[in-house]
């Protein structure tokens, strides 16, 4: 089974290279995006580090002089009416992507600091050139990915406490996530934008597995919103409708500050690794102190903008298991929550919201059906806490999972069906690093 799985995840790897970057997939998501060229990277170690390494310094080159990493960089070969909403609608200001493909004013999880480290470990198994090539690219890399976490925990710390906030659902990567529900219902929805712009994603999707169009309201709303102001981050919080801290993305975002210690402590720099560490540690305790419910005994999301935190229990919640300086309590019940009904693996991996909610949705997207990358990173944070037994269950799951069905986008979480784009890097691309 693995031969197979392994070649199949290769041959998509292979598929969706562009001769310059991966797309997601060739029809719904023909552009590079940012947390997904991330979890490429980490599945090209294997079979092609110079192309790891190709990809992600393709969009670190449309990196803001602000330090954002846009979450999609475009492909100029692409045509605007293929995706919307493309650079034309996103409109940003001409010094943002100096050489320049385009790309769009949001962010997404700065998972680049871990995948780059995570390239770089793996080099040296395929011989001396490829060691040399690493540590070039570490050299490189290190000051824009510094530059990434100094604009997020600078200019996107809106609530004071230390956190970053997202200003759009699609900054999370977790899109129609009911983890912004209430924060959602508060931005004004105009349907009468989409007679203005047209929706791309459902000429090669089903409508009842994509977000629906008064979420696409909202979405474009809201980058309007953004763009108004040329996306600058000054006052935001006052002026624009959604602002939330997220406990999937600022988990990453201390993730990013460890992988930036090993990364620094690698290039010769101890003191800057010291205080990597010690910024890890920061985040974590904020991401304690703001997002952690003790009633519920999980981390949800905090809308910044009226102070509470959404009721749902979503994946996001379990995602602080990543980092190793979270208290023991929380650690436990995070276990109990990731092996309750609500999220329990049996043969298949973690569904991406609570199963038993009475809004469960099992092909909508981000508000049920299950996703790779986000079981990727819970199997990390088992590891971090030493949960071997689990991992290894997990990890087995999700190998089957995909050995069965495909590299699909998503899976059904009941009966494993695929659903979204059949040929999907980020799956084949962590496929490949589950079977390593
Ligand atoms: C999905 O998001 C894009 C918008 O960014 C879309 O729906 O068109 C999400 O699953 C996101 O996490 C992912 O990065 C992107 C490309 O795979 O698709």
Redo the contacts with the bound molecule.
Sequence with gaps: MSAELWNSAAHVLEINWTGDHMV?SRKL?PHQ?S??AAFIAIGLAYVNPTRAWRDLRSLFEAQWPDGRVP??VFDPATAEADYFPGPGFWDVPAYANRPARGSTGIV?PPMHAIAAWDVYRHASAHGANCAQEARTELEWFYPRLVAQQQYLTGRRNLGGGGLASIVHP?ES???NSPAWDEAMANVPADLSLLTTYQRR?LNNADAAHRPTDLDYSRYVGLVLSYRAERYDDHDLLDRHAFAVECPSFNSILASAELALAQIAGELGLSAEAAAHRERAQRITAAIVKRLWNARTGTFHALDVKTGKLSPAHCVSGLMPLMLPDLPAAAVESIMAEAKSEKFGISELPAPSYDRTAPDFDTKRYWRGPLWINVNWLLRRGLLVHGFRDEAEDLRTAMVRLVHRNGHFEYFHPETGEGLGAPTFSWTAALSLDLLA
């Design positions: 997601p998501y995006w947390w997904d979450h999609i997404q699609w990567g977790l899109d994603d």
